[in-house]
């Protein structure tokens, strides 16, 4: 039997018939290194733990990976609610691959942003209570997945050198975040904070991150997976149905309206990043990247 490595620690199956919870595979083969998934067997909580390393970067294949985890997860009725977490010490995403944006091929540059549109609809319209683990930087995309979830944990910053970061910077690579991922900035954080955010590109370290709302609550580095794992419980007991209900309240009209705009969002991103000037900005700034480390 074919079972995500961390499931072996957390879910034996004994465990899981008690529970009737199935054990099995929730990655097929291709995506089992991109994502782990795990379900503790006592308290029925599913953890999907991003793991590509460097960075977490969103490329087509770990966008498809998250998004088969997230629908294996769901079709387990018994589950209720899901971490969203990340293996990198010091990394929970980096956002989207960009050499995704570079030199794109059109076809696969076309399924890329359907994956990461389909994210959206799973992680942000999902019937489960997510929760997102925010043990590391959470740049642009990496904050649109932290943004999807119904409640965000973060490594908190007190003491650290180099705190970890979080917020969506694409005005400062010189691209601009489609109109729901900035919905969903205002949504969560409100018109004036959004406002200041997307115009700048900031960046914000955990304590401002609180203050201003986009993430609920900060905790030692050690702390983050537990307390991300024990607040799933909490909310895994809520009536199910009008957990839900009330999550569509507030959400709903989002995902429809990109449900029925989703081509014309894919042909915009599409010109964008296709366009000269898109591709000098992302070729320096992939030089950029790689320059730091040298
Ligand atoms: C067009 C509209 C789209 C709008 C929607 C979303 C846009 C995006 O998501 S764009 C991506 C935005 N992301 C970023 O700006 C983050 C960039 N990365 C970083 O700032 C740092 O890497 C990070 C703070 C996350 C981690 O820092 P370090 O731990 O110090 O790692 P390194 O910087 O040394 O990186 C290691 C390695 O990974 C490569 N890398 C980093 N980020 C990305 C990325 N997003 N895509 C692809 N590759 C990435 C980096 O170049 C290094 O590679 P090597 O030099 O080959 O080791």
């Known amino acids: 039997m074919l079972v995500a490595t961390l499931s072996k620690r957390l879910l034996r199956v004994g465990q899981a018939k008690r529970c009737g919870l199935s054990l099995r595979s929730f990655s097929d083969a291709k995506d089992k290194d991109l994502v ?3 379900i503790d067997g006592d308290t029925g909580v599913a953890t999907i733990t991003m793991n590509q390393a460097p960075v977490n970067s969103l490329s087509l294949e770990m966008c498809q990976a998250i ?26 995403c980096a956002g989207l691959d960009i050499t995704e944006l570079h030199k794109p091929d059109e076809k696969r540059l076309t399924d890329f942003w359907h994956s990461f549109q389909q994210i959206y609809f799973d992680l942000y319209g999902s019937r489960l209570a997510t929760i997102a683990a925010i043990a590391g930087h959470a740049p642009a995309a990496g904050c649109m997945l932290a943004l999807s979830c119904d409640y965000r944990i973060m490594v908190s910053g007190a ?21 729901w991922l900035g919905y969903q900035y205002i949504d969560t954080i409100g018109q004036r904070q959004a406002e200041l955010g997307l115009s700048l590109g900031l960046l914000h370290q955990p304590e401002q991150a609180l203050a201003i709302g ?10 983050v997976l537990s307390r991300a794992q024990a607040e799933a419980v909490k909310w895994g007991k809520i009536p199910a149905k009008a957990r839900l ?7 709903k009209a989002r995902l ?12 915009f991103f599409r010109s964008f990043v296709t366009n000269e000037t898109a591709q000098k900005i992302i070729d320096g700034y992939l030089q950029s990247l790689s320059k730091k480390k040298s």
């Open 36 to 38: 782990l998934t795990s």
């Open 67 to 92: 998004t088969t985890a997230i629908k294996e997860v769901e079709s387990q009725p018994e589950i209720q609610s899901l971490v969203l977490a990340s293996s990198l010490p010091g990394v929970f």
């Open 245 to 251: 209900a009330s999550k569509m309240l507030a959400r």
């Open 214 to 223: 986009l993430v609920d609550e900060l905790v030692p580095r050690e702390e």
């Open 159 to 179: 003491g650290s050198k180099k705190p970890s970061t979080i917020g969506l910077n694409e005005t400062k690579l010189g691209i601009v975040a489609p109109s």
């Open 256 to 267: 429809d309206h990109l449900a029925a705009t989703r081509k014309e969002d894919n042909d």
